[in-house]
């Protein structure tokens, strides 16, 4: 029932929607104490600036099994063994103390186990003042000169305040001052109680910068302990009765209209000094004291609160009294929280009583703990659970702070000792969570709509005043502190004489009176001009300020609209050229980017370069090599040649010189046989006769004078003439001899276009005509020959050559000649180192396309080929050389030569010796089966390539080879 009655029912109707806005987290910081003694152990360390690390003590893991590790815990900062009191104060409670001057209310509590330095922080110790006394000399210190006088706010008993008129505070005053309780100290440090004088003894000075001075400030403060979940005034001033020490009484809790909680009937303190506020606070510590032995309760076991209220409220447009308006006044205030140590019951072993009171004690700190798990899960999840803060006073007294706005903090205490471990992991976790609660940051209160500055101007207004009277000869400015102008100005005027009547036949006081009032009124009203002019003229330069300056601002303005307009136009132009700088930006990386890739591909097309141009040299070092050797090869057989050919001619000279001896004579022993008749004995011609001459029975004669002609030098038998005119001529003038030669030559010709088999022969046979009659060929090909040509050679002899021809000649389809159909066309190659022979026959080929060096276009549209060839022979006469051949195309797509015939031309001195000139003409001798003779035996079985596009002429592929002796 006492239960059902100390709860008031809930009124859904003012329950406050939660305040929307910005939010701030529960600022909670961290102080560890030091050890009391160095040789304790340690459990807790400070690793950073904003977190500790606490590990169980050394056996701890042998008592709970397992769960051996080092736990660290971050706060918004972490105040270490040797941060002092002032560093705390700076960083904790400073910004609480200049929000409540700025109207913001404020929470800050120490929070943590017995022994860990709550009540050090909070209140400090002799000489080392914690947060509460910086608090209060940081306040007064800010709003020191602004205070109002005593009793000019009125806290009502609803958790409001009420502002007084002049006249009722002064009364309030005197009433306190006839009051026979001692006074506390008010702003005179002299009279401070030397019992806590240092704790306040405070050297900072520290104050907040922006208070309004508009403004008037009230502090008042009261001091209530919650002990055992009841509230007690620590400030009550209730009859000492030395008999029977009545118990104190508990206070309720009650919701005022801004849903703030308060303390009804609290005693509310109104201090105007630090010292006076302290004093206020250690008569309240002292009761408590006092009550903690009288009723042996324990001190640790209690919560202590200590509010700072601080009322303020605007000075009057004048800027001389406090503006009489309610609404206008402020009243925010800072609570100071020292709470009961947060450890379990049973580790103090309370018994009876105590452990009611423990268990007590724990609840409240239960619930504010259930409060903060609840806030923080609505918060963190959307949840709307119903916050548990009427469970103990402790919550219920702040809920609004969690409910409504403010800005709360708590310190947590922790002592580093092992013994502590537990506790203060249990303080660590409880200050984690509450980090996570966030609380609605207080607004700014609005402005009261008056001119700023008032005060100040006041002030210099009655400043100007005293200056002026004292100008005038009165009241120096320490007499007339006090003193209203109006007193100011009597004592100015002229004395007034003594306006006792005692005769009532004096007719002289009153006319004197009379005199002097009309001065005096004479005086006012010259005064009260004067003071019109004044006012005038001060109206008048008033103005003239006033339009100079609106003049001015309107200057201004303009000059800043200008300014504005350049600036914006800086800005487009700014914005423009980052654009670009951009834009080229881009534009550079691609541009670099391309960069690389060319310089890759520079790179990779270098060291192509460089493998192709090694490769070009070797090419062109083993083509040197290939020719070194071929060139050797070539003069090797040349020489070879040469000498076989030499050994042949000169065997076949004597063969053949030995037959025509043998002929002659029996030429020689026909003729005697056949002019027998005549000359009766036939005369048997000598050898050495028939040597002398055997060119004049043999040799056809020439169609010219034998001194200046070509003689050949093959025995008439074997010599043929190709032109058909000359052979004709010969035939009609020679002798009997050689025209049978020719005739069995001509019959033996058809047995060798059989022996073929080879290309030559095949190209032979493909002309049968042509081999069957050299003469008509070379007719038909429209050849003139006008020298005396040899005979290539002998037939068995050019059927072994040329099948090594068709073994080493290139790879060309031999068949794949030119058609004839069209005619033959020659290319005549000359070169143009030949000399001129200037000899009566020169050979003469028609329509022939001449050339000086080799040419593959020439080659390509002929299908014959001659080259004209000099050289000195042994007798040192030129001899030309007319090395023929067919032009075939190739597979390549080029042009291949390959030689048939060479005809060999010789110019001869008749005084010279006589030499052998081999006929060109096919023409065997008669008994060519068995002779050995041969011509000059280079009859070319190299077939020259042409590839198309090679600059290369048929004399660089020249491939002799060496004739093979039939076996
Ligand atoms: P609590 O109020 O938490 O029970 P107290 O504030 O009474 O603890 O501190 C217990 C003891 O430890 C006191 O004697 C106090 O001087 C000392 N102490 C606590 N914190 C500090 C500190 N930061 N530096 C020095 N001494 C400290
Ligand atoms: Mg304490």
Redesign the pocket.
């Known amino acids: 029932m006492k239960a059902a009655r100390a709860k008031t029912p809930r009124r859904p109707a003012l329950k406050k929607p939660p305040a929307p806005g910005p939010k701030d987290p529960v600022g909670v910081y961290c ?1 560890v ?2 050890l009391s003694r160095q040789d304790q152990e340690c459990c807790i360390e400070v690793i950073s600036e904003t977190t500790v690390q606490i590990h169980p003590p050394d056996g701890y893991r042998v008592f709970r099994n397992g769960e051996y590790r080092e736990t660290q815990y971050s706060f918004k900062e972490v105040f270490g063994t040797l941060v002092v009191q002032k560093d705390v104060f700076d960083v904790v409670a400073k910004p609480l103390v200049e929000d409540l001057i700025r109207g913001k209310n404020g929470l800050l509590f120490t929070y ?1 186990v ?7 922080t909070m209140t400090g ?1 002799p000489g080392d003042g914690g947060l509460l006394p910086r608090c209060l000399d940081m306040i007064f210190n800010s709003i020191g000169p602004f205070q109002a006088k005593r009793f000019v706010f009125k806290l009502d008993d609803k958790n409001g305040v009420d502002v007084q008129c002049e006249v009722d505070a002064l009364l309030e005053r005197q009433k306190r001052d006839a009051m026979p309780v001692p006074k506390t100290p008010s702003g005179n440090r002299r009279q401070i109680d030397p019992e806590f004088a240092d704790m306040i003894n405070v050297q900072d000075h520290c104050k907040v910068d922006e208070v309004d001075e508009d403004n008037v400030y009230s502090v008042f403060v009261s001091y209530i302990e919650i002990y055992n979940n009841y509230i007690y005034d620590l400030l009550e001033e209730a009859p000492f009765e030395q008999i029977k020490p009545k118990p104190p009484q508990s206070k309720i809790l009650r919701e005022d209209q801004n849903h703030n909680m308060y303390v009804t009937g609290c005693t509310e303190v109104e201090v105007k000094s630090t010292e006076e506020a302290f004093e206020v606070f250690w008569r309240g510590q002292k009761k408590r004291r006092i009550a903690n032995t009288q009723l042996n309760r324990e001190s ?1 076991r209690s919560h202590s609160v200590f509010i700072i209220k601080l009322a303020q409220a605007p000075l009057d447009a004048d800027g001389d009294n406090v503006l009489q308006e309610k609404e206008q006044i402020t009243l925010s205030q800072l609570s100071l929280v020292d709470l009961a ?1 947060s450890e379990r019951t049973n580790r103090t072993k309370a018994e009876g009583n105590r452990l009611r009171e423990a268990g007590n004690i724990n609840q409240s700190l239960m619930t504010l703990r259930t409060c903060i798990e609840v806030l923080r899960e609505n918060q963190m999840y959307g949840t709307n659970k119903m916050v548990p803060y009427r469970d103990s006073k402790l919550t219920h007294l702040f809920k609004n702070y969690f409910d409504g706005e403010g800005k709360v903090r708590m310190i947590v ?1 922790v002592n580093p000792k092992a013994e502590d471990y537990e506790e203060s992991l249990q303080v660590m976790r409880f200050a984690e969570m509450t980090q996570e609660v966030e609380v609605a940051r207080p607004v700014d209160r609005p402005l009261c709509g008056l001119t700023p500055g008032r005060r100040f101007r006041n002030q210099a207004f009655k400043e100007e005043l005293a200056r002026k009277l004292e100008m005038r000869g009165g009241p120096i400015n320490g007499e007339t502190e006090e003193q209203s102008a109006s007193e100011i100005f009597l004592q100015n005027f002229p004395p007034l004489p003594s306006c006792e009547l005692l005769d009532p036949n004096d007719d002289q006081t009153l006319p004197k009176l009379i005199e002097v009032l009309e001065k005096r009124h004479k005086l006012r009203q010259m005064l009260s001009e004067e003071f019109a002019k004044n006012v005038l003229a001060f109206k008048t330069t008033l103005q003239e300020f006033d339009s100079s300056v609106i003049s001015k601002e309107n200057y201004i303005q303009g000059k800043l609209s200008e300014k504005e307009k350049t600036i914006a136009g800086q800005k487009m132009e700014l914005e423009r050229l980052e654009k670009k700088i951009k834009t080229l930006e881009y534009k550079i990386e691609i541009l670099e980017k391309t960069a690389t890739i060319y310089e890759e591909d520079k790179r990779n097309l270098q060291q192509e370069l460089e493998s192709k141009s090694q490769k070009l040299q070797r090419q062109a070092s083993d083509k040197r090599r290939l020719e070194a050797r071929l060139q050797g090869m070539v003069a090797e057989t040349t020489m070879k040649w040469e000498k076989e050919c030499e050994r042949r001619v000169a065997a076949k000279q004597l063969e053949m010189q030995n037959k025509l001896w043998v002929k002659d004579e029996k030429l020689k022993q026909l003729k005697a046989i056949v002019t027998e008749p005549k000359n009766e004995k036939p005369e048997r011609p000598s050898r050495e006769r028939d040597r002398e001459k055997p060119i004049q029975r043999s040799v056809s004669p020439s169609p010219v004078p034998p001194s200046s002609n070509l003689i050949t030098q093959v025995p008439s038998s074997q010599r043929l003439v190709s032109n058909p005119q000359v052979h004709r001529r010969s035939n009609s003038c020679s002798s009997i001899s050689v025209a049978s030669c020719v005739m069995e030559w001509e019959q033996k010709t058809p047995s060798h276009k059989h022996t073929g088999g080879t290309s030559y022969a095949r190209s032979r046979q493909q002309e049968p005509e042509q081999s069957r009659d050299y003469n008509t060929s070379d007719r038909r090909r429209g050849m003139c020959w006008t020298g005396v040509i040899e005979v290539p050679r002998r037939r068995d002899e050019l059927e072994i050559e040329e099948d090594q021809c068709c073994r080493n000649a290139p790879p060309v389809r031999l068949r794949h000649r030119r058609s004839r159909s069209a005619g033959e066309r020659w290319v005549d190659h000359k070169p143009p180192s030949n000399l001129p022979t200037d000899t009566v026959m020169q050979p003469h080929v028609p329509h022939a396309i001449t050339v000086a060096a080799a040419s593959e276009k020439a080659l390509a549209k002929c299908d014959k080929y001659m080259l004209t060839h000099q050289e000195l022979a042994s007798d040192g006469e030129i001899e030309t050389k007319l090395i023929k051949g067919d032009v075939f195309k190739t597979r390549g797509g080029g042009q291949a030569v390959q030689f048939t015939e060479i005809e060999t031309l010789k110019q001869e001195s008749p005084t010279g010796r006589k030499r052998r000139s081999s006929p060109s003409n096919p023409d065997p001798p008669e008994d060519a089966a068995d002779s050995e003779w041969t011509d000059v035996e280079t009859r070319c079985s190299v077939a020259v390539e042409m590839r198309a596009g090679s600059a290369l002429g048929p004399g660089y592929q020249h491939h002799a080879q060496p004739k093979r002796r039939k076996p």
């Open positions: 102080r104490r030091p943590g017995t022994g860990s330095g709550k009540t050090h110790s640790s140590g205490c």
